[in-house]
């Protein structure tokens, strides 16, 4: 079918091409004034997985997912189960809950980096107003891999719920039905019959999140840049400035390819996990 | 007729629920209150309290971002390059849709996944590589068409993804009755399937253009001072404009326009793009 070929022929130009030629930067020795002297094996990847670095970025980059997608999925659920009842005005409230979703991650991190402000922000007025201690929001190596998963938990959690209210409306209510028959109450009827239920969908959801979570970078660029001290340096954030700032391609190459390999593993331990449920219900 | 106690029943969970939209509301939508309305405040209102709801309002942050950092030229190349990058991504999208519909290709469904797994930065590169070998850092001309043909790799897969559901809802016998008064494979798809996709088109072009018009990595290594679009001049305020909030939050305000004005008017179909159609 000649109407494929356009679409097909840029797609591998664009992705396809792309993908290869990281592999090959990989596995060769690009130097900044763009000489290669060719192909060194995995030598890139050896000086990766000797680099201390490396293991830092892979434990803060699965502690913001692990973290942010826990907190999205259950705050998804109460606030999509909120979405789902039927209520004058629920259409223009999820709009409104639609907004942190679609705004471009550069506004959100600029209105966050004003709300974090350590000394007029927004953030330790309110908590001055309650009488707690001003914190330090992302200056400190503690706290700043938190405060980041907080903004996203912030913009993304409202998107988890929008999925799992269209779930929880497309539910069939007979289940429902039987279970009040079999003397269920609410909370029984909520958690024995509709999670249950709403497993499919839930699981799309997540793995959506999943994939942006493992590639987590935006927010962490603007707002710290991986810092301090590469406290929030994620594997995304160190393959970029490894690139860009550090001008080591082909060990930046390695690192990038890594994080390839990450998605995949994770998004298919997913998949994976969800094809052996649904076989075993 | 249910009973009064069935209707008080009714009217306590419908209070309720309208207490949970106020906690919502409170967490999820009050940032984004916050960024207008600091867009509007003086800077050193901004640096005063968050409860004086008294100070005066402005317009002069916003007057700043066009008088002294010429915004109207960065909304230009946003424009430019969002625009580009859907309008190709249609081009490409729409033939592509309608074949994997057709042929019931998961083929090509195999390289949207990939372009929507594999981390934007391994694009980078490889691009960044090209645009030196071309000379487009140095070329606006080239530079723009880099950038565009950069966030195709975010329209073509998401128009793909939007369309192949309005596809499949076109019943094949109508078609199949084109081809029986003689019309060509070309002539039954621009005059009998075109049209029936119509409402698609106008979802696939909003979200494209959004999504192309949000992003912010390709752009942030590949665009040089004249081909920069909104949210790159913002980053790079941050370091400028040190202090100066109003004006990252008036900047912020520009750049959410768009997605704002759809979250009013389009939000179905902007759950279904986000989504990548898992939810209908």
């Known amino acids: 079918m000649p109407l494929i070929w356009p679409a097909l022929i840029v797609t591998i130009l664009l992705v396809v091409l792309p993908v290869l030629y990281t592999i090959w930067l990989s596995l060769s020795d690009r130097k900044i004034d763009g000489s290669n002297s060719g192909f060194v094996g995995l030598a890139n990847f050896q000086t990766m997985f000797a680099e201390p670095e490396f293991w830092n970025s892979i434990r803060v980059t699965l502690f913001l997912f692990v973290l942010c997608l826990v907190v999205e999925t259950v705050g998804g659920l109460a606030l999509g189960y909120l979405l789902s009842i039927d209520v004058p005005g629920r259409a223009i409230f999820q709009g409104l809950m639609l907004i942190p979703a679609i705004t471009a991650s ?91 239920l709403l497993y499919p969908v839930l699981t799309v959801a997540m793995l959506l999140r999943t994939v942006d979570l493992v590639r987590f970078f935006d927010t962490v660029y603007i707002m710290t840049q991986g810092g301090p001290v590469n406290a929030t340096n994620t594997l995304n954030v160190y393959g970029y400035t490894a690139a860009f700032i550090d001008q080591d391609p082909s060990y930046a190459a390695a690192l990038q390819l890594s994080l390839f390999f990450l998605v995949i593993i994770v998004a298919g331990a997913f998949t994976w996990l969800r094809g052996k449920q649904s076989n075993a219900e | 007729m249910p009973s009064r106690s069935a209707v008080k029943q009714k009217r306590r969970k419908i209070a309720l629920v309208y207490v949970g939209y106020v906690v919502a509301a409170l967490i999820f939508f009050v940032p984004v209150l916050f960024m207008l309305w600091s867009a509007f405040r003086r800077n050193i209102d901004i640096t005063g309290s968050i409860f004086d709801f008294t100070t005066p309002l402005t317009l002069s942050n916003f007057v700043n971002l066009f008088e002294r950092f010429d915004f109207v030229y960065y909304i230009r190349n946003s424009f430019i390059i969002a625009g580009g990058s859907t309008l190709l991504g249609l081009i490409l999208g729409v033939p592509a849709a309608y074949v994997v519909v057709r042929r019931k290709l998961a083929g090509l469904g195999f390289f949207t996944l990939l372009a929507r797994m594999a981390p934007g930065v391994m694009f980078v590169v490889p691009l960044f590589v090209l645009s030196i070998a071309v000379g487009a850092p140095s070329n606006d001309a080239l530079n723009f068409l880099l950038l565009i043909a950069a966030h195709l790799i975010i329209t073509l897969p998401l128009c793909i993804w939007l369309l192949v559901p309005f596809f499949e809802e076109i019943p094949r016998s109508l078609e199949e009755a084109a081809m029986i008064d003689g019309c060509s494979v070309w002539q039954r798809f621009v005059q009998v399937v075109l049209p029936l996709v119509a409402p698609g088109l106008s979802v696939a072009i909003t979200l494209s253009f959004i999504f192309s018009w949000n992003y912010f990595l390709f752009a942030l290594a590949l665009a040089n001072a004249d081909t920069m679009p909104l949210p790159v001049i913002a980053f790079n305020f941050i370091g400028q404009g040190a202090g100066d909030y109003g004006g990252l939050m008036a900047a912020s305000t520009l750049i959410s326009l768009p997605a704002l004005i759809l979250a009013i008017v389009a939000q179905r179909w902007l759950i279904r793009g986000l989504t990548g159609g898992a939810v209908k």
């Open chain 1, 106 to 196: 550069v506004a959100v991190a600029l209105v966050w980096l004003l709300i974090y402000d350590p000394t007029l922000g927004a953030a330790n007025q309110l908590l001055e107003a309650i009488g707690i201690d001003p914190v330090v929001w992302l200056g400190s190596r503690e706290m700043a891999p938190w405060s980041i998963a907080i903004v996203d938990i912030w913009q993304w959690t409202p998107f988890m719920a929008l999925i799992i209210a269209a779930g929880i409306r497309s539910l069939p209510s007979e289940p429902f039905e039987a279970a009040v028959i079999d003397g269920a109450g609410s909370i029984k009827k909520a958690l024995f019959v509709g999670l249950p």
